[in-house]
């Protein structure tokens, strides 16, 4: 599976961003899709999934509230929003795909990133 993420920049404390997705090379639509980020100096983590079938989305608590996974399996691809966006949220985003990711981990494939910059 290759993953390609766009829709990342610079934006200001409590804006909002879209972050997209699109999947090739692979069943696309038998993975949990998801997201990871890592900031300077951190290790990788777990932003937020959906499962396969877009039923069940999962966030971590730092986005929960202010972030929306969605997908589109007849696109291969793939969507977070995020809103009221915090300077903590600045990190490298990845998309990411695999089982783990509905429970908190980061998943087994993993595409090029895009940086995201919170400034206040």
């Known amino acids: 599976v290759q993953l390609q993420a766009s829709g990342g920049g610079l934006v200001q404390v409590g804006g909002s961003l879209r972050l997209s997705c699109a999947a090739s090379?692979?069943?696309?639509?038998?993975?949990?899709m998801g997201w990871i980020r890592q900031a300077p100096g951190k290790e990788r983590e777990f932003v937020a999934a959906v499962r396969w079938n877009g039923g069940n989305t999962y966030y971590a608590d730092s986005v929960k509230g202010r972030s929306t996974m969605s997908r589109d399996n007849a696109k291969n691809t793939m969507s977070l929003q995020m809103n009221s966006l915090k300077p903590e949220d600045t990190a490298v985003y990845y998309c990411?795909?695999?089982?783990?990711?509905?429970?908190?981990?980061?998943?087994?494939?993993w595409g090029q990133g895009t940086q995201v910059t919170v400034s206040s």
């Open positions: 990411a795909a695999g089982p783990s990711l509905v429970a908190g981990g980061t998943g087994n494939y």
């Open positions: 090379g692979g069943t696309f639509s038998s993975y949990a």
